[in-house]
Antibody, heavy 123, light 111 residues
Framework: EVQLVESGGGLVKPGGSLRLSCAAS????????MTWVRQAPGRGLEWVSS????????YNSDSVKGRFTISRDNAKNSLYLQMNSLRAEDTAVYYC????????????????WGQGTLVTVSS | QSVLTQPPSVSGAPGQRVTISCTGS?????????VHWYQQLPGTAPKVLIY???NRPSGVPDRFSGSKSGTSASLAITGLQAEDEADYYC???????????FGGGTKLTVL
């Protein structure tokens, strides 16, 4: 069974840092582009960042550029999101997702998704 | 303000047909990038419903269908059931932003 399990969420003060992890199982992790998508409370989905299978290509949304860093460890079947200079508007459930096909990010969809981990930025 | 525009809400009675629109522009759907649709039931993670404009993953009922034309796409749901009550999101790629874009989401209410 393909499974993604996020961890690392929690309460952090504005300006602080947090590192999210996503443990993957049930598929050949090293061959798929991976993504982080977030959802603020009561709001819609927002794409955050994506990384190609061998980390050659990294894509970031303008809202997190310069603050968030996506990375992966194919030997550990794990995806990460290092979040620095956190702001109140970064408060959201963060989902880890795999792309649906072995193509890159363009024209690809996200399937499956993890259950999400909540990040709360507040003083 | 989302790059892809969806109606905030739609509703229909059980058994009826509803459609949800997703309007983009020449830098995303109009360029020819594929549109994908997700269903998010309350308190759960999104699940892909339609991929590559018209394709249904195994396990998704054929009551759900997708279409795309010009700078817009649509999700149609026929034979509405109470269990279809959820939030629906469209997704594509935007060349101007060099990234993935989502619609703002549409809440479907089954009356």
């Amino acid at each position: 069974e393909v499974q993604l399990v996020e961890s690392g969420g929690g309460l952090v003060k504005p300006g602080g840092s947090l590192r999210l992890s996503c443990a993957a199982s049930g598929f050949t992790f090293r061959t798929y582009t991976m993504t982080w998508v977030r959802q603020a409370p009561g709001r819609g989905l927002e794409w955050v960042s994506s990384i190609s299978s061998s980390s050659d290509y990294i894509y970031n949304s303008d809202s997190v550029k310069g603050r968030f860093t996506i990375s992966r460890d194919n030997a550990k079947n794990s995806l990460y999101l290092q979040m620095n200079s956190l702001r109140a508007e970064d408060t959201a459930v963060y989902y880890c997702a795999r792309v649906g096909s072995l193509l890159g990010l363009v024209n690809n969809w996200f399937d499956p998704w993890g259950q999400g981990t909540l990040v709360t930025v507040s003083s | 303000q989302s790059v892809l525009t969806q109606p905030p809400s739609v509703s229909g009675a059980p058994g009826q047909r509803v459609t949800i629109s997703c309007t983009g522009s020449s830098s995303n759907i109009g360029t020819g990038y594929d549109v994908h649709w997700y269903q998010q039931l309350p308190g759960t993670a999104p699940k892909v419903l339609i991929y590559e404009n018209t394709n249904r993953p195994s396990g998704v009922p054929d009551r759900f269908s997708g279409s795309k034309s010009g700078t817009s796409a649509s999700l149609a749901i026929t034979g509405l059931q109470a269990e279809d009550e959820a939030d629906y999101y469209c997704q594509s790629y935007d060349s101007g932003l060099s990234g993935v874009v989502f619609g703002g989401g549409t809440k479907l209410t089954v009356l």
